[in-house]
């Protein structure tokens, strides 16, 4: 779009400086204008979304970040930050007439201090590089979504990223110590502290999650954890989804956390089995990975306790992976699982909601009916441990209107994790994909709060604007309003 | 066991309308923490009873006032702890008052502290709104995380109504581990723990000897043991609740207390004093004459940060100052949570 038309001048005077600012502040092939250029950043992985960006920089200093914010905050021009692009709500999406900010140089580790178990490293080195840097220490990086291998740190942060093992280990939050971070206005500000806590407000938290509204983070101190001796996995097969769900339920009664517990439905084990040969069981209605992880004498006690709750839950059948070849392909099938279900579709719509683990009969049963009133089909892949539900709907954007059943049908299976109890979002984020649900979950009040604390670090509001937090107006003009509990969302405010 | 959020809306209201700032206050365990309040007290104490704890979900949610011990003398029903163990400081401390202090005690560098358990929050802002952030649920990424912004605020961006915790079951098998040695091997020791797969869950050097707890399955447990070595320390419990609680000899005197943040690596301190080191060298208190300047100079210059705990004037600045430009962050955030200035005024730092 923006520059493709080289006859005439694109560009608004402001648009003007702007380039013209950014061009003296960066090398030449650190600004991208051409719309060829431009083009691998119009969207991250939430592909359905796209939006050339006016410009990208890609800056390779903090220095360097904090003249681009000066720039764009003198002349009032947004900025959207972005990793490795892979995030699943949209939040990296550009602006028209904004600048996308790509961390993708800051690549640097820049500190692995194993005595104090932190690393600190740039925000644009790939969440699973930190792991591999600290392996000759014995130790790791815990969170690790399943786009580890590609995803940032930077972005991990933005996110709050979990991933299969933060039963036990956490999500982002729970696994970092100090961020450096550039506000809109230019300054760098220092956000926790190498020790366990920092004097002041827990702005750390606040920052993680915080999908690049209130700063550009540029740099990452990571806590580091010792790699356990052994992990381990056993698979379990139920002929009945509801059993095992409540399996789940028994094992953490049992006093035993998993390092990672995971639930596939009939859909997802077939469509996985046929892509990665994961040896899963076809005929089952639904299965459980359940990792142990601990000391060698640790692992073993806590399977033989797991395989008895297992079969006390009606498991048609308890495997545990004979060596580690075999625990690697029963991940494989699981972590295939969103590829594979895109082999057997044209397209799927990924849903990310959470609910209490006492829940799922309930709502699985509800997925189902709807699914058969949509005509759509679903295949449900479930952090069941912590209650993080991926039902992936199946449709084709070809077939005129699937689009959109498909997305209303993800609206209310959004809208039913609200109602018991849970929430639209586990780990991927709201972005511009779940604006309107974010009107389910919060009333005015708590949108408003959160809007004054964006202004406390943007008051411009130039930090990726339209994202994560909808406007009040919003929410009252869209059909995502709702009875809930008899009341209105927002009561005070005026229906059109 | 009653809900008194409509009572204590109102007072917020009154308090808005008069502006008369509130000091709020649970059962006052905590009154000796952070800055003195002269304003008028808003009491939480009637606020209270367990809201919603179901073992299988680990998560429980109680009114902020109830007492502490109510909360883990359910979880002890159930198998269950909170993971932060956190200290008390007397027998009418609450949840509320835990939280907002943001306190954990000896398990916090291996199981998280007080502000990773937090799940969600109920909580009266200044304009009196009551608002609910987070939930039930283990992860929730909708919103800005204002839930955990609340732990350690002590109360001066809203006051908080209820709170929702994960929990854990309790370990199978616990074992304290004595290794008699000085100081700087003692840090050594627990510093090497941290890249060992070994289920420590609290490590401190105290008289001369390091303590270090371990917790899990009994297999596990016995297998550190002879992995480690050490005395075995018979009936553990009492040393470690007397650590928490600061009733060990070492918190008895009259001299200043401070309690200082590093690395855990730090090397010893060149300070004077007495020094007890928990959190595996992470968390040391210091009784010490030393002036404040003094140890504020040194710790910093290793990248930690002090805070005055007991036995000192609790009206200059007991918590490390902040720079500039975090403290103007600090002060827009109050703004935007306590536009009037109602709440704990002073309570952090005076001009917050």
């Known amino acids: ?496 | 066991m009653a809900d008194m959020s409509a009572a204590l809306q109102q007072q917020v209201h009154d308090a808005i309308y008069t502006r008369m700032p509130l000091n709020i206050r649970g059962g006052g365990s905590k009154d000796f923490l952070g800055r003195t309040s002269a304003d008028k007290v808003l009491s939480l104490a009637a606020h209270r009873g367990i809201v919603d704890y179901d073992p299988r979900e680990l998560v429980l949610s109680a009114r902020a006032g109830t007492p502490l011990a109510e909360i883990e003398e359910a979880l002890t029903a159930a198998n269950q702890m909170l993971t932060f163990e956190p200290p008390h400081f007397g027998a009418q401390a609450t949840l509320g008052g835990t939280i907002a202090c943001g306190l954990s005690g000896p398990r916090r560098p291996y199981a998280g502290a007080a502000r990773d358990a937090v799940l969600g929050c109920k909580l009266l802002n200044g304009h009196g709104e009551l608002l609910s952030f987070g939930g039930q649920v283990m992860k929730n990424v909708a919103g800005y995380d204002v839930s955990r912004l609340m732990v350690g605020a002590y109360g001066t961006l809203g006051v908080l109504l209820e709170v929702s915790l994960k929990v854990l079951p309790r370990p199978a098998a616990i074992l304290t581990l004595l290794h008699e040695c000085p100081q700087s091997e003692a840090i050594r020791r627990m510093s090497q723990l941290l890249s060992q797969p070994v289920p420590v869950d609290a490590a401190c050097y105290h008289a001369g000897h390091c303590h270090i707890r371990l917790a899990g399955s009994e297999q596990a447990v016995q297998h550190a043991h002879e992995q480690l070595g050490g005395e075995a320390l018979e009936k553990c419990a009492p040393f470690w609740h007397s650590l928490r609680e600061q009733q060990l000899p070492f918190f008895s005197g009259s001299k200043p207390l401070y309690r200082v943040m590093v690395k855990p690596a730090t090397p010893p301190l060149p300070l004077n004093g007495a020094w007890l080191l928990d959190w595996g060298g992470a968390q040391r208190w210091l009784v010490s004459d030393e002036p404040l300047d003094r140890i504020r100079a040194q710790v910093s210059a290793v990248g930690g940060h002090v805070s005055q705990y007991r036995n000192t004037a609790h009206d200059a600045e007991v918590f490390e100052p902040l720079n500039a430009a975090l403290f103007n962050i600090h002060q827009r955030l109050k703004n935007s949570f306590d536009p009037h200035g109602i709440f704990n005024r002073g309570r952090i730092y005076p001009a917050l």
């Open chain 1, 1 to 496: 779009m923006v520059a493709a038309t080289a006859a005439i001048n694109p560009y608004t005077p402001t648009q003007e400086a702007l380039l013209n600012g950014l061009f003296a502040l960066l090398p030449a092939t650190a600004v991208l204008t051409d719309a060829e250029d431009l083009r691998p950043f119009e969207c991250d992985a939430l592909s359905v979304y796209r939006r050339l960006p006016l410009v990208v920089v890609l800056p390779e200093t903090i220095a360097q970040v904090q003249a681009i914010m000066r720039l764009c905050h003198q002349l009032q021009v947004p900025v959207v930050a972005r990793g490795a692009g892979t995030g699943l709500s949209g939040g990296a999406l550009p602006l028209g007439d904004g600048v996308l900010l790509s961390l993708a140089r800051f690549q640097r580790i820049l500190h692995i201090d194993p005595h104090n178990a932190l690393a600190t490293v740039q925000p644009g080195v790939r969440n699973l590089a930190i792991s591999e840097a600290a392996a000759v220490h014995g130790m790791y990086y815990a969170p690790d979504p399943s786009s580890q291998i590609a995803c940032t740190i930077g972005g991990n942060v933005a996110e709050n990223s979990g991933g299969v093992h933060c039963l036990k280990y956490g999500l982002t939050v729970h696994n970092i110590l100090m961020l450096k971070v550039v506000t809109m206005q230019g300054e760098l500000l220092t956000i926790g502290s190498e020790t366990l806590d920092s004097p002041g407000y827990d702005l750390l938290a606040l920052m993680t999650g915080s999908e690049g509204m209130l700063g550009i983070i540029v740099e990452v101190t990571v806590k580091l954890l010792a790699r356990p001796e052994r992990a381990q996995v056993v698979l379990a097969a139920f002929d009945d989804v509801v059993k095992a769900g409540e399996a789940v339920g028994a094992i953490i009664a049992a006093g035993i956390i998993p390092a990672g517990l995971e639930m596939m439905d009939r859909l997802a084990i077939q469509a996985a089995e046929d892509f990665a040969h994961a040896s899963y069981p076809r005929d089952a209605e639904a299965i459980l990975l359940c990792e142990l992880d601990g000391s060698n004498a640790e692992v073993s006690e806590y399977i033989m306790a797991v395989r008895h709750v297992l079969t006390q839950s009606g498991a048609t059948e308890v495997r545990t992976a004979v060596d580690e070849a075999e625990r690697q392909l029963f991940w494989k099938g699981r972590k295939s699982a969103f590829p594979a279900v895109g082999r057997i579709s044209p397209d799927y719509y990924c849903m990310d909601g959470t609910i209490p683990r006492r829940q799922l009969p309930q709502v699985l049963r509800q997925i189902s009916q709807w699914s058969q009133e949509y005509g759509l089909a679903v295949a449900n892949v479930f952090h069941a441990g912590d209650g993080n539900l991926h039902p992936l709907i199946l449709f084709d954007a070809n077939k005129a209107g699937e689009l959109a059943r498909t997305e209303e049908f993800g609206r209310r299976i959004l809208q039913l994790c609200v109602e018991v109890g849970g929430t639209i979002t586990g780990e991927h984020g709201v972005g511009m994909e779940k604006i309107d649900q974010m009107c389910i979950q919060f009333q005015s009040g708590e949108l408003a709060q959160f809007h004054a604390v964006k202004a406390a670090f943007d008051p411009a509001g130039l930090l990726n604007p339209g994202k994560a937090v909808p406007t009040l107006h919003r929410c009252a003009e869209l059909g995502a309003m709702h009875i809930h509990h008899g009341q209105l969302p927002h009561p005070e405010l005026e229906r059109f």
